[in-house]
Structures are given as C-alpha cells and as structure tokens.
C-alpha cells in the first residue's frame, strides 16, 4: 500500500492521546477510537507511522498493533488475560531447575534464585521450586494474591505484559520487567538461561539464532512500551 498522508502529528484527545495523520486521528484496526494514555506512547506509536516510506510496511507496526491489541482485545477480556498469565505463574520457569548435582543447577541458582527471591518478597507471596520437569502447584494463597495484582493493572499494561511473560514463558520475569528501574536485557537474558546454556554445550544454526534475536527484540521493545506507560 502506498503511504497516503504527509504529517503525522500527536494531538490531545479524549483524555489521552491519539496519532493523527494529516489532522485526522487514527483509529484501532477493529474500529475503535486509539486513545493512548500516555503522551510518551503516542510519540512512539507516532514514529512508527512517521517512519514509514512510499510504500507501507505493515510488518513495521508492532507498538501499533499492541496498543490496538490492548484497546479491542484485552480491555473487553481482562479475565481471560489474567486467567492466561496466570497459568505462566503455575508453571514459571523460574521454578523449574535442574537436579542439584547438574552444572545447570549451580547456574540456575545463581541467576534465578535472587530474581525470584525479590520477586517474592515485592508481591508478598511464596513460589515452589522444582527440580526436574513434573508439575507441582503452587500455593492457592499465591495465585489469589497475583490475581489482584494483575487485576490492578490497565488493559495497556496487561498486554505488554502478556508478550513478556509468554516470551519468557514466566510471570515472574514478566511482572519484574514491570518496575520503573527494571533491567530488562538482564531479565530476558536470565529467561533465556537454559536456551543459551544449550548453545554453549551445542552450538547454533542460522534459524535459531535468527529466532533468539526476534524474540529478544519483541521482549525489549514490549519492556519499552510498558515503561511508557508510567506518567512520571
């Protein structure tokens, strides 16, 4: 598609703020108004549309597709979002550790332990560690305690955080990378711990490497849009 507009601008709105192309604001891919809550998100959401060249690279959006996401999907399904990102917390991979005498493990522990230990006691709950791959639940008391804290959260938050969290294929990660001085490179790279231990025992192909690199990037730029959201 070529590109139809000229000026892409940010305009206050509804109390928000919209992306307008050619003074006219844009609209979610399903219809809705896109009324951003944050100034410092709609710059972001505005140079991607800015941007663009003679022709539309519709693969070049993906702050536009999260913000549309969070607007026509999440907003009318919060408990389905929660119920999804909840079960990230019944199986984190946090959890799940090698057998002690592995070489994994001593890595594990290292990386993993301080991260999930103050993300306990930030939330006030308590997780099971695992060792090996079968199943152990975690406390009711600390599902019903993640519930509220993701039931407090704005369906703008809510998506990014579900990118994180699948990504990581942990909530814990997912909701650490939510803090105003979150390191969220560190955060990844000890999400990643076990991908990246494999590659140094075996190595990698092209395609693998090309699939780490995307998912690094769609962790961070999620991070980023999530740290846009705070006011301050």
Known sequence: ???????????????????????????????????????ALADMLAAEWASQGEEIDAASFPLRDMADYAIDMVAGARDDTIDKLLRYAETDTLCYRADPDEPLWKRQQAVWEPLLTAFEAREGVRLERVSGIVHRAQPAETLACLRARLAALDPFTLAALEVMTSLAASLSVGLSALLPDA??????????LEEAWQVELWGSDALAEERRVKRRADFLRSARFAKSLDPS
Do not use: C
């Open 1 to 39: 598609m070529k590109r139809f507009w000229n000026d892409v601008s940010v305009v206050e709105s509804d109390g928000g703020w919209r992306v307008a192309l050619d003074g006219r604001p844009i609209r979610t891919q399903m219809g809705a108004a896109q009324v951003i809550p944050t100034r």
């Open 183 to 192: 390191d969220a490179e560190a955060l990844w790279d000890a999400a990643e």
